[in-house]
């Protein structure tokens, strides 16, 4: 037997209590796992913030970034450790600060993916800087904002070009509701974006590494019930084409934790926002799905770990830009060349390979966490830090009813492929 090897997993986090709970869970029950030198052990840590050297040795293997998008000091951090002591991270910090909402709608409609028609209107109010006063005043020219949106056609959506967890989003339906959303826009710089009319359904995608769940999505209703549970929404090609679309996506920005949103009519599928720094994984949003999360967020860190997999904190571009710039690929034959680039990437059928020999059980593990008591307080300790107490009562059951079905639902598959 080969000597332990014993790796350091650092969760930087800002608010969420749930899902890091859960993960450090699954991985003190996970135990050892076999890879190259003998076995491999796991110790999980909350990142805390503070002063530290450049110079200074990192001690994390990786890193499960859900802050450094919105708090610059740890992302200053992640770039250190990622250039100097080679830490793993899910998402680079470059490619997130760098690329933003703007970016990754360029790039992907460069790669002829069907974005809907964007446009970028200037400031409504320069920023709070003499400087940018004195430039907006003397080269901003002057344009007619009311014939912009009339040319898109409405309704429309105004938005930030960088995103935010549906910051500033408005969804305008007149002339009137255009002026007063960018009058209320003040120092965010904005996008309008043509809204995709008649469409048959929103899929969500959430991927990480290798994996994807697509899921379907209501962003009009509460935040607990945005997530239906429907295994049969999709056909299987358009299926596979909302997966292919967020993988290319996730592939080409180096990207290993995000969702993609994409409305699908028809036999059209519109990607519309695909760059989110802190997808959703919480457990009173995805609830039915969230151990599935879960298991791939454990999966995915381990595989990366115990392999030795680097990290690539840059774009490489010219591959992919090769393919959209071929005139003799149709659209969908375009579609399975990114597909199959992205599949490389992430080291697809390797992570197939060692997930089947490297972590045998790995499911009936975290199908037994689902059904602990541990598990059961982590429900009833996250519904009473989210709702209100007149509403305890029935959110607990709410989501003790649906876990209970993934689990159910588990246990079937799980016998079905044992037999």
Same mark, same amino acid.
């Given at each position: 037997m080969g000597d332990e090897t014993r790796h350091l997993i650092g969760l930087l986090l800002g608010t969420e209590d749930d899902w890091p709970t859960a993960f450090e869970a699954i991985v003190r029950r996970m135990g050892q796992v076999s890879g190259p030198g003998g076995e491999h052990a796991f110790d999980v840590e909350r990142v805390t913030i503070e002063p530290f050297s450049l110079r200074q040795p990192a001690r994390h293997d990786l890193v499960i970034d859900r802050l450094a998008y919105w708090y610059y000091h740890p992302r200053e951090w992640l770039k250190k450790v990622a250039l100097m002591d080679d830490v793993y991270l899910l998402n680079s910090p470059y490619t997130f600060q760098s690329m933003e909402k703007h970016a990754a709608y360029c790039a992907m409609i460069r790669l002829g993916l069907k974005v809907p028609e964007t446009v970028l209107v200037p400031y409504k109010h320069p920023l709070d800087n003499s400087k940018y006063a004195y430039t907006a005043a003397r080269y901003n020219r002057r344009f007619d904002l009311d014939a912009i949106a009339d040319q898109l056609g409405y309704p429309l959506f105004m938005k930030?070009?960088?995103?935010?967890?549906?910051?500033?989003?408005?969804?305008?339906?007149?002339?009137?509701?255009?002026?007063?959303?960018?009058?209320?826009?003040?120092?965010?710089?904005?996008?309008?974006?043509?809204?995709?009319?008649?469409y048959d359904v929103f899929a969500r995608s959430l991927s990480i590494g290798a994996e994807t769940m697509v899921m379907r999505f209501d962003a009009s209703r509460p935040m607990h019930a945005r997530y239906t549970v429907d295994h049969s929404f999709l056909g299987p090609d358009t299926g596979n084409e909302v997966v292919t679309i967020g993988r290319t996506v996730n592939a080409f920005f180096r990207w290993e934790f995000n969702s993609c949103e994409t409305l699908v009519r028809g036999d059209d599928v519109f990607p519309i926002d695909y760059a989110n720094?802190?997808?959703?994984?919480?457990?009173?949003?995805?609830?039915?799905?969230?151990?599935?999360?879960?298991?791939?967020?454990?999966?995915?860190?381990?595989?990366?770990?115990?392999?030795?997999?680097?990290?690539?904190?840059?774009?490489?571009?010219?591959?992919?830009?090769?393919?959209?710039?071929?005139?003799?690929?149709?659209?969908?034959?375009?579609?399975?060349?990114?597909?199959?680039?992205?599949?490389?990437?992430?080291?697809?059928?390797?992570?197939?390979?060692f997930c089947?020999?490297?972590? +045998?059980? #790995? %499911?009936? !593990?975290?199908?037994?966490? $689902?059904? *602990? +008591?541990? #598990? %059961?307080? !982590?429900?009833?300790?996250? $519904?009473? *830090?989210?709702?209100?107490?007149?509403?305890?009562?029935?959110?607990?059951?709410?989501?003790?009813?649906?876990?209970?079905a993934w689990a159910k639902d588990e246990r079937t598959r799980l016998s079905a492929a044992a037999s």
């Open positions: 930030p070009f960088d995103g935010g967890g549906w910051r500033g989003v408005s969804m305008v339906r007149d002339r009137e509701a255009l002026n007063a959303a960018y009058d209320a826009s003040g120092e965010m710089l904005m996008h309008l974006q043509a809204a995709v009319q008649g720094a802190c997808p959703d994984v919480a457990l009173t949003s995805l609830h039915y799905y969230f151990p599935w999360a879960m298991k791939a967020l454990v999966r995915w860190s381990v595989y990366c770990a115990v392999t030795g997999r680097r990290a690539r904190i840059f774009t490489d571009i010219d591959p992919w830009f090769a393919i959209a710039d071929r005139e003799d690929l149709s659209y969908a034959e375009k579609l399975a060349a990114y597909r199959r680039l992205a599949d490389d990437d992430f080291e697809s059928e390797r992570y197939a390979e089947a020999t490297r972590m +045998p059980g #790995f %499911d009936e !593990l975290v199908l037994g966490y $689902v059904e *602990s +008591p541990e #598990f %059961d307080t !982590l429900i009833v300790d996250t $519904v009473r *830090s989210t709702f209100p107490p007149h509403e305890h009562d029935e959110f607990i059951a709410h989501y003790r009813g649906l876990l209970g």
